[in-house]
């Protein structure tokens, strides 16, 4: 069936980069997803990429698509301690229906 | 423009009691999602709503159920509760369907239950 995985936790200092990766199973996912939610809020949409896409940059975000290899990754350049928050992959394969990873939590140290 | 509204923002019930919770969709919104998320299990798709409609549903037990009304509000009720139903349950709207690269799904802060 579908399923998205990501690791569970990344520490990084500030002003590195932060990579999050994440992988899918569903060869048939058109839209690809990044939220991030801060706690005791919801999700917030970061970016997103469409399967015909290799990457995409906003600003600090870079996000690449190895569509072979159903593998997604999320840059975040100059990380700073605002960053700190949990991160999840999404894709949508269509049916109305969005799968979610289980979110990799990102600690930025000082 | 008002943010996706969930009520209440927290919830004690007891097992066996049933629970009604409440999402409002930014105004315009016509398609309502709601997720549970726990920390073992990531965010997992309960189901989606257009227009009072129920298009797709996740792989939850029969004591899940949701409906939407015609001004788009959407409520989700989970019968006899259990304590693997502690969770945040969250609530997300778009304009049409939940997926689309101009749909971007719009989340709630969440209802966070707790099941004594």
């Known amino acids: 069936g579908e399923d998205v995985e990501q690791s569970l936790f990344l520490s990084v200092r500030e002003g590195d980069s932060s990579v999050i990766n994440c992988t899918y199973t569903d060869s048939s996912s058109t839209y690809l997803y990044w939220y991030k939610q801060e706690p005791g809020a919801g999700l917030q949409l970061l970016t997103y990429i469409f399967s015909n896409m290799d990457m995409k940059q906003d600003q600090r975000l870079t996000v690449l698509l190895n569509k072979k290899d159903k593998h997604l990754s999320l840059r975040i350049a100059d990380t700073q301690t605002g960053d700190s928050a949990i991160y999840f992959c999404a894709v949508y394969t269509g049916g109305f229906k969005t799968i979610f990873g289980a979110g990799t939590r990102l600690f930025v140290k000082a | 423009k008002a943010g996706v509204t969930q009520t209440p923002r927290y919830l004690i019930k007891t097992r066996g009691q049933q629970v009604t919770l409440s999402c409002s969709p930014i105004?315009?919104?016509?398609?309502v999602s709601w997720y549970q998320q726990t920390p073992g299990q990531g965010l997992q798709f309960l189901f989606e709503y257009f227009s009072e409609t129920q298009r797709n549903k996740g792989n939850f037990p029969g004591r899940f159920s949701g409906r939407q009304f015609s001004n788009s509000r959407s409520e989700m009720n989970v019968s006899t509760l259990e304590l693997g139903d502690s969770a945040l349950y969250l609530c997300?709207?778009?304009?049409?369907?939940?997926?689309?690269?101009?749909?971007?799904?719009?989340f709630g802060p969440g209802t966070r239950l707790t099941v004594l």
């Open positions: 997300a709207s778009s304009l049409t369907t939940s997926g689309s690269s101009t749909d971007t799904q719009y």
């Open positions: 105004s315009g919104h016509r398609s």
